[in-house]
T-cell receptor, first 113, second 113 residues
Framework: QKEVEQNSGPLSVPEGAIASLNCTYS??????FFWYRQYSGKSPELIMF????GDKEDGRFTAQLNKASQYVSLLIRDSQPSDSATYLC?????????????FGKGTMLLVSP | DAGVIQSPRHEVTEMGQEVTLRCKPI?????LFWYRQTMMRGLELLIY????????DSGMPEDRFSAKMPNASFSTLKIQPSEPRDSAVYFC???????????FGQGTRLTVV
């Protein structure tokens, strides 16, 4: 049974701070890693994906992957109230195959003004 | 493109009734996924299609659930008979071979009373 674990939160940070969201996964064969953002009552939307160990930056977002530790994280710099949402970590079996994605239950992030 | 379109957005039905959820994927996408989201279990893959053919239905909870994709632009998820424990948000998503993102519809919130 493939598992993706996330702390349910809520994670509360003040505006302008760095928010750190973490995810661990059980399947060592996992190759693709995604972070989705889901606002309350809305559908998930992709923020970032990462395939290789290390960091990947996109604007205020940085995804970090450590396959040896089976750990993925998402850093949000200069957090804004509009970042308040649930962040879903998803793990896949191979680079372009969405068919094997397993989602975590998500971490709720609250950014206070 | 208008994105993935699901209907209805909300459905309230009585236990024992048949429920049909509908999805129109993004034109040109060859993968279609049906997910169910609950607080307890998070986002779960029910079934997915590739080029209109069901590939993996191992996530379908029981025989009361069935899904079809008669053509590239339309899919249905049917529950017959419905039960209160089927209450959830059902998402349809589509992606293309080699793509890095699955695009989600707005979801159908199903309530079975």
């Amino acid at each position: 049974q493939k598992e993706v674990e996330q702390n349910s939160g809520p994670l509360s940070v003040p505006e302008g701070a760095i928010a750190s969201l973490n995810c661990t996964y059980s399947d060592r064969g996992s190759q693709s890693f995604f972070w989705y953002r889901q606002y309350s009552g809305k559908s998930p939307e992709l923020i970032m994906f990462i395939y290789s160990n290390g960091d990947k930056e996109d604007g205020r977002f940085t995804a970090q992957l450590n396959k040896a530790s089976q750990y993925v994280s998402l850093l949000i710099r200069d957090s804004q109230p509009s970042d308040s949402a649930t962040y879903l970590c998803a793990v896949g079996g191979y680079y372009s195959g969405y068919s094997t994605l397993t989602f975590g239950k998500g971490t709720m992030l609250l950014v206070s003004p | 493109d208008a994105g993935v379109i699901q209907s209805p957005r909300h459905e309230v039905t009585e236990m024992g009734q048949e429920v049909t959820l509908r999805c129109k994927p993004i034109s040109g996408h060859d993968y279609l996924f049906w997910y169910r989201q609950t607080m307890m279990r998070g986002l779960e893959l029910l079934i997915y299609f590739n080029n209109n053919v069901p590939i993996d239905d191992s996530g379908m909870p029981e025989d009361r659930f069935s899904a079809k994709m008669p053509n590239a632009s339309f899919s249905t998820l049917k529950i017959q008979p419905s039960e209160p424990r089927d209450s959830a948000v059902y998402f349809c998503a589509s992606s293309r071979t080699g793509g890095t993102e699955a695009f989600f519809g707005q979801g159908t919130r199903l309530t079975v009373v």
